[in-house]
Nanobody, 125 residues
């Protein structure tokens, strides 16, 4: 499976964006998917993850209530509302084929074996 992240852009604080992580070359429905972000000068951090059937999700505390991860057959989305300047970062999606979603492992970028390129989100104040 190859991953393609898209949907980034420039938005004012308080605005919304929807990121997409599209899969090709395989059956995406068997994959756990995570979103990560990396701001300039900072470490990459976990944002959200979703189980293969969409029934389980986990979020970074600072995005709970503002971001929603969901999926359809071939794409995983990250709906981002009430954006803040501190959400500015390059956002990446990653995936791993596994039956269940292990919360602790899914927070770790290195745990995933499929990784997409990033999409830049810039939130202006």
């Amino acid at each position: 499976v190859q991953l393609q992240a898209s949907g980034g852009g420039l938005v004012q604080a308080g605005g919304s964006l929807r990121l997409s992580c599209a899969a090709s070359g395989g059956t995406f429905s068997t994959y756990i998917v995570g979103w990560f972000r990396q701001a300039p000068g900072k470490e990459r951090e976990f944002v959200a993850s979703i189980s293969k059937n969409g029934g389980y999700t986990y979020y970074l505390d600072s995005v709970k209530g503002r971001f929603t991860i969901f999926r359809d057959k071939s794409t995983v989305y990250l709906q981002m509302n009430s954006l803040k300047p501190e959400d500015t970062a390059v956002y990446y999606c990653a995936a791993r084929s596994l039956f269940a979603l292990p919360q602790a492992s899914s927070l770790n970028w290195d745990w995933y074996d499929r990784r997409g390129q990033g999409t830049l989100v810039t939130v202006s104040s």
